[in-house]
């Protein structure tokens, strides 16, 4: 994950959004409840400025992923979506991922 610090995250006006269709087992966030079916949308744009996950997100700091703690490590590589997540991942952002793994 450490390459990941090199992969720009969404920056203004881009703000995208990611549409998940709810299970349809329903779904509880904090005290909401979801219902089966619902289209929920988490912003990439809020997920990666959340101080609370990324310190500092406006500086480039490779270091981040450096951590021995991987309750916070995990927490970084869940909300990194630079390119989304899951079956909607962008070709694009695994080809630049093995490209700079090289």
């Not at 909401?32 to 289209?39: E, M, V």
């Not at 310190?55 to 869940?78: M, S, Y």
Request: glycine letters at 6%.
């Amino acid at each position: 994950m450490f390459v990941d610090e090199g992969i720009p995250p969404p920056r203004l006006p881009i703000r995208g959004r990611l549409p998940r269709i709810c299970p349809s087992t329903g779904w509880t966030y904090a005290t909401y409840d979801i219902p089966p079916g619902a289209t929920v949308s988490p912003s990439s744009y809020l997920m990666h400025y959340n101080v609370g996950v990324f310190p500092n997100p406006d500086v480039l700091d490779p270091e981040r992923w450096l951590t021995t703690d991987e309750a916070t490590l995990k927490l970084r590589e869940r909300h990194f979506v630079s390119f989304s997540k899951g079956s909607a991942v962008y070709i694009h952002g695994i080809a630049q991922r093995l490209l700079l793994r090289r």
